[in-house]
């Protein structure tokens, strides 16, 4: 009897067993489950999609307003004079409907700080920018400066945390056939990705434009689909590197797109950045950048009584950081030196034949060419020449030449007779001024207390405005 119950418990253990064992195995394995997926996803995870996490974040959805204005007299300064009427009426025609349109383009962070690289023909004439990242972050942006020959636009968002951003490449080592990747919003379809390979190298395109017949030289075309709505957004290759600003498709062709290399964007940067001519900050120094850029940039010259002259920096004198800032090239020293105002203090690392020290230099405000400074002590007005870049950003893209007012001194002449920054000078006496040097021919015969008419356009959110004025010399 109790051999029978030995038996029934050993078959009752034997049947049991394998199932205990199968139970245990599933415990002991069941911790490691999420890695096992891991592992199989991290087959699925190619090089695109790792250069597409890199980088989506730095990519922005731009959506813009633009303002349709309807043309008019404006009665700023009272009737106008009989000798501008014709020439007004030939650019304040028929009365427009005011409509506003909303276009959607593409643009990429280059700078923690939230500088953003697009088209200049996806923010051109726009009354608002507004900025969205692949975060769901909502930024209004402003524009800091254009070209609309090389088709670049810089735009600012501020964020109080730094914003992730692009590394930038090199067009010099583009090979045909490598792997490229568009970022954007084709069609309003937000943080869209294609992929396709660099076709070719240093095409040439022309389009037309209000400026005439324009023509896109170095372009990279790709055969990665670029849709409206990816002008303006980055072409990257499999290290997640920016290697173009997406520029344009061929219209009634497939598989055709191109892009602005990025060392011609690099280039067009540095432009754009100019500090000197954006804020009027002086520093005092040409820069020049090196084949390795681990030395930062050299300097190649240095102006007389410059706050760089009187810090005793010299040329061939390397600027390695400002600040803590290190600097490895152009763009960098310029970006650096924008965010800062006249009065500020700057600590330079200097590398002077092997030997480092450290410069302390005090910005100062930009002197003014002779004509400039003539225009401000007769009548108060700080002026430069009217560009096509700075007609458009003007929203006065009808306006071929003039001479911008940029400020006007307080107390002045012009400030009496309500001068404001942003209009445009076009005639002074019987003349018609399409540049500051033409002003300046006008300046030296203006004597103390004579008056001259002068007439201007300006844009507004109201609309296009003309007007004319009498101002008395000082």
Same mark, same amino acid.
């Given at each position: ?292 850029? #681990?030395? /930062? !940039?050299?300097?190649?010259? @240095? ?5 760089? %002259?009187?810090? &005793? ?102 400030? #009496?007779? /309500? !001068?404001?920054?942003?209009? @445009? ?5 019987? %003349?018609?001024? &399409? ?40």
């Amino acid at each position: 009897m109790m051999k029978e119950i030995r038996y029934f418990q050993m078959k009752k253990i034997l049947i049991f067993l394998p199932l205990c064992i199968c139970f245990v195995y599933i415990l002991l394995t069941y911790d490691k489950a999420p890695a096992l997926e891991s592992s199989f996803n991290s087959n699925r995870k190619t090089p695109v999609v790792m250069a597409v996490e890199k980088i989506g974040p730095a990519v922005a959805n731009i959506r813009t307003e633009r303002l349709i204005a309807q043309r008019h007299v404006d009665p700023y300064f009272g009737s106008r004079s009989e000798f501008f009427e014709q020439y007004f009426n030939e650019f304040f025609g028929q009365s427009q409907k005011q409509t506003i349109e909303r276009p959607l383009g593409s643009g990429v962070i280059i700078d923690e700080d939230g500088y953003i690289v697009t088209n200049e023909h996806v923010v051109s004439r726009a009354s608002k920018i507004k900025v969205r990242l692949s975060n769901g972050q909502d930024f209004e942006a402003t524009m800091i400066s254009s070209d609309p020959i090389s088709d670049i636009a810089v735009l600012k968002i501020n964020s109080p945390t730094p914003l992730p951003y692009v590394k930038m490449g090199t067009s010099k080592d583009l090979m045909i056939g490598e792997t490229v990747i568009a970022l954007g919003n084709p069609f309003g379809l937000e943080n869209s990705v294609t992929t396709g390979v660099l076709s070719a190298k240093n095409r040439t395109i022309t389009f037309n434009s209000e400026y005439g017949e324009i023509n896109y030289n170095g372009l990279i075309q790709t055969d990665a689909l670029i849709n409206p709505g990816n002008s303006g957004g980055p072409l990257i290759n499999i290290d997640g590197e920016l290697i173009g600003i997406n520029a344009a498709i061929v219209n009634q062709a497939q598989g055709i797109g191109f892009a602005i290399p990025v060392d011609k964007v690099r280039e067009t940067l540095v432009k754009l950045f100019n500090f000197r001519e954006l804020n009027k900050i002086w520093f005092g120094v040409q820069v020049e950048e090196q084949a390795d850029t #681990s030395k /930062g !940039i050299v300097v190649s010259s @240095v102006e007389p009584k410059s706050p760089a %002259y009187k810090a &005793n920096i010299k040329t061939g004198d390397y600027i390695t950081k400002i600040d803590s800032k290190e600097i490895l090239n152009i763009l960098d020293f310029e970006k650096y030196i924008l965010k800062k105002n006249v009065g500020d203090k700057l600590y330079i690392n200097i590398n002077r034949g092997g030997r480092e020290f450290t410069v302390d230099i005090t910005l100062e405000k930009a002197p003014l060419p002779p004509i400039e400074k003539h225009a401000l002590e007769k009548l108060g007005l700080y002026v430069q020449d009217l560009t096509p870049q700075l007609a458009k950003q003007l929203n006065l893209w009808w306006v071929k030449s003039g001479v911008l007012i940029t400020d006007v001194q307080k107390n002045s002449p012009a400030a #009496s007779i /309500g !001068i404001e920054a942003g209009q @445009v000078l076009i005639y002074v006496g019987q %003349y018609r001024i &399409n540049d500051v040097e033409e002003l300046g021919a006008l300046l030296k015969v203006m004597k103390k207390g004579d008056i001259w008419e002068i007439g201007m356009v300006w844009s507004d959110k109201f609309g296009e405005h003309q007007g004319y004025a009498r101002i008395k010399v000082r």
